[in-house]
């Protein structure tokens, strides 16, 4: 089987601009997660999708949001990025409802200018 | 937030050595996973380890686990230069948190060869 992938890989954007991240996870798994990882705070849980429904968010304001479609294709946006969104996004996808073991993709390296 | 801390934060030994690291946490938990991350790419999963085990082995990895003194230990034995990478542990959030991980800061092993 094919791994979680993400695109782009690297991105730079300008503080005040959007950008959206997208993550196709292995095939079959339903469960999509995402995580923000920094120097400063390390790894952060974003939110969780299951079947196109937000189930979790994590403690992020609102200018990030995400969605996910039918396939379980999940995409994120970050709206007005500010200097401190430059990060490394993960995705990660897993089965089902349970917490299993998570497969994550390489990584969104975003930095804000 | 995080939810518990890695100890060390930085390992250096030399290949052969035995590394370990070790993970607390601070609330209750269903299981406690361990990852690897390369040089800023995806995380790898290693092993799960759950609530009612004390012991886990994969290949040359063992894991603990001490819900008394809610702690944790992964043992890599006679490490290789390929073994360098920075390792995670990361637990549940607790009931209704679906897939949420809660990851330390991190243990960076750096094998020499």
């Known amino acids: 089987k094919a791994g979680v992938t993400q695109t782009p890989r690297y991105l730079i954007k300008t503080r005040g601009q959007q950008v959206t991240l997208s993550c196709s996870p292995i095939s079959g798994h339903r469960s999509v997660s995402w995580y923000q990882q920094t120097p400063g705070q390390g790894l952060q849980f974003l939110f969780e999708?299951?079947?196109?429904?937000?189930?979790n968010k994590g403690n992020f304001p609102g200018r990030f949001s995400g969605r996910q479609f039918s396939n379980s294709r999940s995409e994120m946006n970050v709206s007005t990025l500010e200097l401190g969104d430059s990060a490394l996004y993960l995705c990660?996808?897993?089965?089902?409802?349970?917490?299993?073991?998570?497969?994550f993709g390489p990584g969104t390296r975003l930095t804000v200018t | 937030s995080q939810q518990g801390e890695e100890d060390p934060q930085a390992l250096s030994i030399q290949e052969g050595e035995n590394a370990t690291m070790n993970c607390s946490y601070k609330?209750?938990?269903?299981?406690l996973q361990w990852y690897r991350q390369n040089s800023g790419r995806g995380l790898v999963h290693l092993i799960l380890?759950?609530?009612?085990?004390r012991e886990k082995h994969s290949g040359r990895l063992r894991v603990t686990l001490d819900t008394s003194k809610k702690s944790s230990s992964l043992l890599i034995t006679a490490s290789r230069a390929a073994d360098t990478a920075s390792y995670f542990c990361a637990t549940d959030a607790g009931r209704n948190q679906g897939g949420k991980l809660i990851f330390g800061q991190g243990t960076e092993l750096s094998v020499k060869p």
């Open positions: 609330t209750s938990i269903n299981n």
């Open positions: 999708y299951f079947s196109e429904t937000q189930r």
């Open positions: 990660a996808s897993s089965p089902g409802l349970a917490v299993y073991e998570q497969y």
């Open positions: 380890i759950r609530s009612n085990e």
